[in-house]
């Protein structure tokens, strides 16, 4: 279900000189039939967008209990300052969340640095002529969120973190005692620019994008130390039309649902890495912990949300494996040990024996 919030009748009483882009709720059904909102919010240009916000996000926190704001970049120059992912607008909803008791969630992304970038800058992107994203468009605004943070002490959750340099920061501010989470994916684990060839292969143009062998190796790194709090997928399908135009045209982003089991079992748990146990946290325990949902565990009185893995069985990835319809995986081809097998929702089957049943969802 998704709703936009018309926030018109309330800014029209702000003045003319007040903008705000959107600010739109997707609301999601977790397993144990709560409803998880996230707010977006973007477009936002003014000198008075502090009481625009709050007089906005007061609105929005009177909807269900768990919300996460989400901070999306928009805007280049003058409206940086008080842009969605600017430092006005990011002290203003960590402000007005952390009265709540909500967390901000972060896509750390310096519009003024980043651009019209395409992939990491560095040697790759000057090979192939293509625009780069500097790492420290991400980190700038990593170390400034954590600081807000601790300003404001409203908690804050990286995205989708891909750098060395940024997951530092990260685990500084942890030292620091500031309220800071952060989550890494597979692709930024396992992939790098390198993997950017002269083919142009689109399946490879993701947000933030691959980034080098020495990223990727401290971000592992940041998983086995406990700096990481989450392992996510940063899920982004796409019809085989839109990857299929030139680079630049082709939209970020690259599928990753039905691979995540098996990259992190076959890299991570089964080469001694990390364990099961921290496995369960990274994908399960510490997502529901900083959303502010009920646990899920296997004793009486707790829903049967339950996924079954093999963690021998080795597979292939290939474009007709996937359930979803779309084929963006930047593993295709990759020889994956470990898969979920049979999956559980309110105790009621909706995958047996790797084969997804007809069977509704139970809420």
């Known amino acids: 279900l998704f709703c936009t919030l ?7 009483t702000l003045g003319s000189q007040l903008h705000i882009g959107f600010l739109t709720a997707t609301v999601a059904t977790v397993g144990t039939g709560e409803k998880a909102v996230e707010y977006t919010i973007g477009g936002l240009a003014s000198a008075m967008v502090g009481p625009a916000m709050a007089v906005a996000i007061g609105y929005a926190l009177q909807a269900p209990a768990m919300v996460l704001f989400s901070l999306v970049p928009v805007g280049f120059g003058a409206n940086a300052m008080a842009g969605a992912g600017g430092p006005l607008a990011v002290l203003v909803v960590a402000i007005v969340a952390a009265e709540f008791g909500k967390a901000v969630s972060s896509h750390c992304q310096d519009e003024s640095l980043v651009g019209k970038g395409q992939i990491n800058e560095g040697a790759v992107s000057t090979k192939l002529g293509l625009l780069g994203w500097p790492a420290a468009g991400e980190e700038i605004q990593i170390g400034r969120d954590i600081e807000i943070s601790k300003l404001t002490g409203c908690p804050i959750h990286i995205q989708h973190l891909s750098s060395a340099h940024g997951l530092n920061l990260v685990r500084r501010g942890k030292a620091d ?3 800071v989470t952060c989550e890494v994916t597979p692709h930024h684990m396992f992939l790098t620019e390198e993997c950017i060839g002269d083919d142009y292969n689109t399946f490879f143009k993701v947000n933030p994008p691959l980034r080098t062998s020495d990223d990727a190796q401290a971000v592992i790194d940041g998983v086995v130390d406990g700096t990481v709090d989450c392992i996510v997928t940063d899920h982004a399908p796409h019809a085989d039309h839109e990857k299929a135009r030139e680079f630049e045209l082709a939209p970020f982003g690259m599928t990753g649902i039905e691979t995540s089991v098996g990259l992190v079992v076959g890299n991570l748990v089964n080469t001694g890495k990390i364990t099961w146990q ?4 990274l994908m399960s325990v510490n997502p529901r912990r900083i959303l502010g949902i009920e646990r899920v565990a296997i004793e009486p009185g707790c829903r049967a949300d339950l996924t ?3 963690p021998d069985l080795k597979w292939t990835v290939t474009e007709d494996c996937f ?3 779309s084929k963006n995986c930047g593993f295709i081809g990759w020889e994956l040990t470990g898969r979920a097998t049979d999956v559980y929702v309110g105790g009621y089957a909706t995958m047996e024996d790797g084969v997804v049943t007809d069977e509704p969802i139970h809420l």
């Not at 018309?6 to 029209?12: C, P």
């Not at 921290?278 to 946290?281: A, K, L, Q, S, W």
């Open 308 to 310: 079954v893995i093999d």
């Open 323 to 325: 359930e979803s319809r």
């Open 6 to 12: 018309l926030v018109g009748t309330i800014l029209n």
């Open 278 to 281: 921290r496995m369960v946290e």
């Open 177 to 179: 005692s500031a309220k």
